[in-house]
């Protein structure tokens, strides 16, 4: 996890030139940016499984994991928007984690525990996924921004249900 948190410092790195950086003239810079986030993203599968097998899982290992996906959404969501021709709406892919928190801070059943999922683990791997396909020079304008849309829309979705989940759960427990 501590690799894949180096990997997303440096991507994040690249942030202020990016911008700088011409889609067809400058397609290189786009395939190495995706290839880092890609391989930050597949050493994600073997972190966690290989930290099992070796007895070295912890409480706090596991939401550093967590927080090192959510800050790569982040990361790669800010680079696809300064290197395309996608909206502003599109950083809604990595800021959903962040307004869930911010949320709250506001209201404290958002704070509750929520149980593992797989559904969690496939959408959060789908964002990323879809932002890495979009970094890299692969997809076009009108492909990239109903493609962006759609996991957005899924990703909010998940946000909805878990939502629903805390609110149900306190419901039920306060009874």
């Keep these: 996890t ?6 997303t410092l440096l991507l994040a790195a690249s942030l202020p030139a990016v911008s700088e950086l011409q889609r067809g003239a400058d397609d290189g810079a786009f395939w190495l940016l995706a290839a880092v986030a890609a391989m930050a993203v597949l ?4 972190d966690g499984g290989l930290a099992r097998r070796t007895c070295l899982s912890s409480s706090f290992g596991a939401r550093f994991d967590v927080e090192v996906d959510a800050f790569l959404g982040l990361v790669v969501s800010l680079l696809v928007w300064q290197s395309s021709e996608i909206g ?5 892919l990595g800021v959903l ?24 683990r496939l959408v959060g791997f789908l964002q990323v996924g879809v932002l890495i396909v ?3 020079p692969v997809i076009e304008p009108p492909v990239a921004d109903g493609l962006a849309a759609t996991v957005l829309l899924v990703l909010a979705g ?6 629903r989940w805390l609110f149900r759960e306190t419901d039920s427990t306060s009874t």
């Design 2 to 7: 501590s690799v894949r948190a180096a990997m």
């Design 43 to 46: 050493l994600d599968g073997v």
């Design 88 to 92: 502003v709406w599109l950083l809604g």
């Design 97 to 120: 984690r962040y307004l869930f928190l911010l949320a709250g801070l506001f209201v404290p059943i958002l704070q509750g525990e929520l149980y593992p999922s797989l559904r969690r």
């Design 134 to 136: 979009l970094l890299a």
């Design 158 to 163: 998940s946000f909805v249900r878990d939502v």
